[in-house]
């Protein structure tokens, strides 16, 4: 029988009912409590009964949602617009993704040298018509006659790998499973590479999404039998990335525990002791700070690779360094530094061209690029890119001559543009390669980057999204923030956000202290004990906006995903009064268990754990789910979830639905949003419209966005 009539009007207290049945345990003396811990366990049935009604009740209240449509109508416009990549030169060979108009996946591509002859290589539509694959990355090999693709499917980001024959697009290897979007670094001759796969499940069980090793896998050979190369014996949340220079010669393996920045560097002489067995050696200094190892092709082992180093440089700098010297340093020698640290801007990345290097930084969320000479360091041009905005990954030519780069912003699809080393007009170095397939027309939307301060005074960055550009009148306004694991909230094309301020709202994203915008002290300012630096400085968006007359507490809402669920989550709880609704996608919500689940205990450089007294005491001091009180006036909540997610479980969100819908004497409603067949990561284009329509919806409805 219906709980409820699918288009009755859902009052506030018609929830479904949720037993308070759970523990009350002293850990490190302090009480927790966890009422709800019952509906951890998702194969209950009541856990299965509870879900199903909150289910029903979502579906009853979204059925009277009057923007629905129209939102998800130009929505669908903006996202249909399509997509490109940068391509990735190999062998003759140009192999980039595209998304077309109307697809829903992007789909792997492959062209002459000249761009032209273009045919689809994998398309994850013609490998599953239902919708539910996606093409997770993708890797040629150097004479781009191979290429090793990997695909997941049902959200849950575990992939699998198959490597294609270019020519013939047919399968002649794999799958290979066990893997999670790893890195692949081809062999010179292409007759294999190495890769990160996890160990047999049968021999860690329970964890069987750790406990990565590297290994060398041959064409042919029964994965089964791949040489481990690096990773035995480590810890389980050690995480590779295997790189080889494009000759082949030079093997690097990249370590990072969970979320701690800090890189291990080991570094192998191929061409001393062959492939199956590199004698990898950990690179001097290197395990402290984040790292990374640019070696150019025929580089010998006194020739000059490229060192980007965070080690006291919080924002990076460039040194130069030779093979030889970083595994086994010589007395009295110096580092020498190419591009000094730059106060202002984070260093991301560094290109070898012929004769040029191209610099990347981010400066207070903003992309530039500046060319280098390789020899002295010395800035010799700044390329003049479209507009404040952010570009992607340098992807240079085997003859370093042209350079490709995707470039976006907050009103700009990814376009696709090369630079020539050959050109020596500045205006001229940088032309157009490739724009999205379609040209979307945006109505009446100005972006603004700004300043503001936080309550300790430390200046955050922000981009206000608006009709008019500036505060004319108090208007319905939402505030997306992340502020986590050093990740950087920049510009970049925003349906969603279009959608929302062509109807007359305010949409911003704040950079947040957490994330990577400012560098890594920014990060290191907003995680484990710092953690409330990151509510605070969202708190503080709100009390600017407000105070610059952008919105008012009756029209502000706030908007996050994954860690930045979590964060809007935070803050609401602590500041329940200043907003109208918050929307919590895939969050993190019960910091005292957040170990037990998902991908929890590679998060512990981030948060800390609860195993430790002093971590517990901030994590339960700023946990949502245990922030919760009793007869406290909540906004209207949307969490929502994925049932394929397994990064963050679906459990944080019943456990905090069940206590808001308990606690909250606010106007509500407390609703659970629950997708089932997409996950954390990549999904397609319908189920993306789908759910950000629904997400804007939720909060037009709430903060009387009615134009």
Known sequence: MSVLNEHAEVAVGSYPPAPRTGPVEALHGIPVADPYRWLEDESDPATTAWSAAQEELYAARRGGWALLEPMRRRIA???????????????????????????????????????????????????????????ECWEPSSDGSLVAVQYSAAGTEDT??????????????????????????????????????????????????????????RLGADPETDAVVFGEGRAMDDFYTPRLSADGRWLTVAVTRGADPATELWLADLAASGPEAPMLRRVVGSGAARMDLVIPAGTEPQDTAYLITFQDAPNGRLEAVRPAALLAPEPDSQPVVLVAEDPEAVLTEVAVLDGRLLVTRVRHAVSEITVHDPHTGVQVDQLSLPGPGTVGT???????????????????????????VRSDARSGSVAPWAAA??????EGCVVRRVRFPSHDGTLVTAFVLSPTGHPDRPRPTVISGYGGFGASIVPGWAPQALAWVERGGVFVFACLRGGGEEGQAWHDAGRRAAKQNTFDDLDAAADWLIADGWTDPARLGLLGSSNGGLTVAAAMTQHPEKYAAVVAVSPLLDMVRYEASGMGPSWR??????????????????SPYHRVREGARYPAVLLAVADG???????????????????????????????????????????????????????????ALTM
Do not use: N
Not at 186 to 211: C, K
């Open 605 to 622: 450089e981030e948060y800390g754990t609860a195993a430790d007294p002093d971590d517990l005491a901030v994590l339960h001091a700023y």
């Open 394 to 420: 340098v992807r240079t030519a085997p003859d370093g001559r042209e350079a490709w780069f995707g470039y976006t912003d907050h009103i700009t699809p990814i376009s696709v543009l090369r630079y020539d």
């Open 160 to 217: 699998l790998l198959v490597v294609l024959d270019v020519a013939s697009g047919r399968v002649v290897d794999g799958p290979i499973d066990r893997l999670r979007r790893c890195d692949v670094a081809w062999l010179a001759d292409s007759s294999g590479f190495y890769y990160a796969r996890r160990r047999p499940p049968e021999e860690i069980p329970g964890e069987e999404r750790y406990h990565r090793r590297v290994r060398l896998h």
């Open 437 to 442: 397939p379609g040209t979307p027309v945006i």
């Open 645 to 703: 997610d397994t990064r963050v479980s679906p459990l944080h969100a019943r456990k905090m639905c069940a206590a808001l819908q308990h606690a909250s004497a606010g106007p509500g409603p407390i609703l659970l949003r629950l997708e089932r067949g997409v996950g954390h990561g990549a999904r397609g284009i319908g189920a993306t419209v789908e759910l950000f329509a629904d997400v804007m919806v939720f909060l037009a409805e709430h903060l």
């Open 77 to 135: 416009d903006l996202l249909d617009v399509g997509s490109v990549s940068a391509p990735v030169a190999r062998g003759g060979r140009l192999f980039d993704t595209l998304r077309e108009p109307g697809r829903d996946q992007m789909a792997l591509r492959v062209t002459d040298a000249r761009g032209s002859g273009a045919r689809i290589l994998w398309d994850p539509l013609v490998q599953d018509p239902s919708g539910l694959t996606v093409l």
